[in-house]
């Protein structure tokens, strides 16, 4: 058995993300025989076109832990004996199954390349060397892949006891919370489970391609960017195209063009049973129309805003 399961703790706009990931799943899996999960401390919150079809994992506030821990029991709740986790600001552009069948017979894994030195949260030579590892994974935790077994509990058991350590081990927070990346990166290493080679077909997250995205969930396309000549390029990430399955919308790109667009057509298809013609006028005039008017008039007189006002400061991020 195959299952998707998601986190939605918390915050409403956790489960807004969590809702519009299960359609997204919808389009392209309903007949997979892949069943979809969501874990939450808040259940009716979740739209009801979604409860006829999603299976729901009810928690008691705060009993996974708090910022990033949740993801550490995965094991816990994990469904069925094959379960891709993904986050709940990610949408689905294609069919999930290419996905079970390459990391099939892995306990624990994930999308990413080996590293034993450099930076990431962290030296990670120095880090290695306390968890005595000779390397880790680098990954995003957008996406996670595991299997009913006793090496997966193992993993887990050890990314647990090593929370309480993370500073001590000498890795850096993320937004004052431990980073679960690094404590399953460490785990995995410590007990030789493997990612799968990076390659932009699986997962794709927007803070390595900043030079552009063409996203059509309904029409299954997905093309990331990461030009050397745009302003944005990333020269530290190998690759210049992406044409993921997932496609995770990190930090403040949920609430940007063109998710809230992706998002909004999911709603009025599935929610205000529209067809998908209409949910895309719908979503135009509602979403895109305003978003590149605003983009046009914020381009054309910040230079003058800010010769008079100078620059405003960061919002805090509703995630926090």
């Not at 919308?249 to 667009?261: I, S």
Request: proline share 5%; net charge positive.
């Amino acid at each position: 058995m195959k299952s998707v399961l998601t986190l939605a703790v918390g915050k409403q706009l956790y489960i807004d993300m969590a809702v519009a990931l299960a359609r997204s799943f919808h389009i392209w899996n309903k007949d997979s025989g892949i069943e979809f999960y969501i874990a939450t401390d808040n259940k009716k919150l979740i739209a009801v076109d979604v409860l006829k079809w999603v299976k729901v994992i009810e928690l008691q506030p705060g009993e996974l832990g708090e910022g990033f821990s949740p993801k550490l029991h995965l094991d816990k709740i994990a469904p069925t004996h094959q379960t891709l986790f993904i986050d709940s600001d990610c949408l689905i552009v294609k069919p999930l199954i290419s996905i079970f069948d390459k990391m099939e017979g892995k306990s624990v894994s994930v999308v990413g390349n080996f590293i034993s030195d450099g930076e990431w949260f962290g030296d990670v030579k120095s880090v290695c060397q306390k968890v005595c590892v000779d390397k880790i994974s680098k990954f995003n935790g957008g996406l996670y892949y595991l299997e009913k077994s006793e090496i997966t509990t193992k993993v887990y058991d050890k990314a647990r006891e090593l929370e309480p350590k993370y500073d001590e081990i000498g890795l850096v927070r993320l937004r004052n919370k431990p980073n679960d990346e690094l404590l399953m990166a460490l785990a995995m290493a410590y007990y030789d489970q493997v990612p799968i080679p990076e390659d932009g077909k699986i997962l794709g997250e927007l803070v390595n391609f900043q030079s552009g995205i063409q996203i059509n969930v309904l029409k299954g396309t997905c093309t990331l960017k990461n030009n050397p000549k745009h302003p944005n390029y990333q020269p530290s990430w190998p690759l210049q195209v992406g044409n993921p399955i997932v496609v995770h919308f990190l930090g403040d790109h949920t609430n940007k063009f063109p998710y809230l667009r992706e998002k909004r057509i999911l709603q009025e298809l599935f929610e205000n049973k529209k067809s998908a013609s209409v949910s895309k006028v719908i979503a135009f005039f509602s979403v895109t129309l305003p978003f590149t008017s605003v983009g046009v008039l914020k381009n054309t007189f910040r230079p003058i805003y800010h010769f008079i006002f100078g620059f405003r400061k960061v919002a805090q991020s509703a995630r926090i």
